[in-house]
């Protein structure tokens, strides 16, 4: 059974930075890709960034692109995110996902999640 949990969520001020991490538990992590989503109050699940298994190919979402920089650890089943520059816009539930097939944008495309981190980005 495949365990993903995330941590590094909190509060942050306007231009702060915080890093999340994913352990993974239950699969082959290093033969997947993974991606960060999130979800703020009232919207839908929106990407964020992911990652593939061998290369550490990534793709990024526009609105994060320059700030945000996801990153894996194949030794520790662990990904990342650094998250810098944080804006106000950026307070959302943040949840690591595995991968399981075709576009990596959409949710539906991933088998498993964690149970997500809060983040909060305000003055």
């Known amino acids: 059974q495949v365990q993903l949990v995330e941590s590094g969520g909190g509060l942050v001020q306007p231009g702060g930075s915080l890093r999340l991490s994913c352990v993974a538990s239950?699969?082959?992590?290093?033969?997947?890709?993974m991606g960060w989503f999130r979800q703020a109050p009232g919207k839908g699940r929106e990407f964020v960034t992911a990652?593939?298994?061998?290369?550490?190919?990534?793709m990024t979402a526009d609105s994060v692109k320059g700030r945000f920089t996801i990153s894996r650890d194949n030794a520790k089943n662990t990904l990342y995110l650094q998250m810098n520059n944080l804006k106000t816009e950026d307070t959302a539930v943040y949840y690591c996902?595995?991968?399981?097939?075709?576009?990596?944008?959409?949710?539906?495309?991933?088998?498993?999640w964690g149970q997500g981190t809060q983040v909060t980005v305000s003055s």
């Open positions: 996902a595995v991968h399981g097939r075709g576009n990596y944008y959409y949710a539906s495309n991933y088998d498993d």
């Open positions: 239950g699969t082959t992590f290093s033969g997947s890709a």
């Open positions: 990652i593939g298994p061998t290369f550490g190919s990534t």
